[in-house]
């Protein structure tokens, strides 16, 4: 199953805030050995976002959304989900236990319109608010969805969670980065070497970051991604090559 992030708001694509969701996921799935296979962020129109949704919940992927499950008239993300999914919004149970224990008699009438998920949703606990969040686990694509607030403070330990209670045996043996930074070159003079060097190391990932300094310099971060020890081997390699051409580098 690839791990997909569709993130959710104008406020991302107007610029007005600065996304840290993708950060944070990358970051608790690196120790388990896995990565973000796919990003995509979508504004607050309904009609685009149900598109959206209906594409993704045709996709057999573990997708994390954040973003749009408020009680105010631009979070849309929860009645775009049940329309997507052709069922009805509901009034899930345990939702209204948990905001009522949040807010009391302030729960109503506006924050509880929180408690209204597509019908058959499983709830995410918040251990900021208490206002859940919810997954949808039958979709037609055989994937999950799991929709949480936009906050990152509330997201990110409730992704935890989700990892922790629904994924805890995913896992891959654990991939790293060996890069080797190349001063005073450009990457058209490493090319022929970086196409020779991906087609014997089928198993890693070869990638390169090219830089232009403030002195106007050209470096590259020329590096790779695989299991240690053919990522240390990797960089051991170019190392080797460089010194061959007489390029200054240094191993980061």
């Known amino acids: 199953m690839a791990i997909g992030l569709l993130i959710i708001g104008d406020e991302i694509l107007s610029g007005r805030r600065q996304d840290r969701h993708l950060a944070n996921l990358a970051e608790l799935l690196k120790p388990r050995g896995l990565k973000v296979d796919w990003v995509r962020i979508v504004g607050d129109d309904p009609a685009l976002l149900r598109e959206t949704l209906q594409e ?68 995410i606990p918040n251990p900021f608010n208490r206002v859940p969040g919810f997954s949808l686990l039958h979709l037609p694509g055989g994937g ?8 990152p403070q509330m997201a990110k330990p409730m992704t935890e969670w989700l990892l922790n209670h629904y994924y805890a045996d995913l896992s891959q043996p654990r991939r790293v980065e060996k890069v080797v930074r190349l001063f005073d070159t450009s990457e058209a003079q490493w090319l022929s070497f970086m196409e020779t060097f991906a087609a014997r190391h089928p198993e890693l990932r070869l990638f390169s970051l090219p830089r232009i300094e403030a002195d106007g310099s050209r470096s590259i971060e020329l590096g790779v991604e695989g299991l240690p020890e053919a990522a240390e081997a990797a960089q051991q390699a170019i190392m080797a090559e460089a010194q061959r051409r007489g390029v200054r580098f240094a191993p980061d």
């Open 144 to 151: 999950h969805h799991h929709f949480m607030p936009g906050f």
């Open 56 to 123: 993704t919940f045709a996709r057999p992927d573990i997708v994390f959304c954040h973003g749009g499950i408020g009680a105010t008239p631009d979070d849309r993300t929860r009645q775009c989900a049940a329309r997507a999914l052709g069922v009805p919004l509901v009034r899930h149970p345990g939702a209204v236990a948990e905001i009522e224990a949040q807010f009391g008699e302030d729960a109503y009438p506006h924050r509880i319109r929180m408690a209204e998920l597509p019908e058959g949703a499983e709830l």
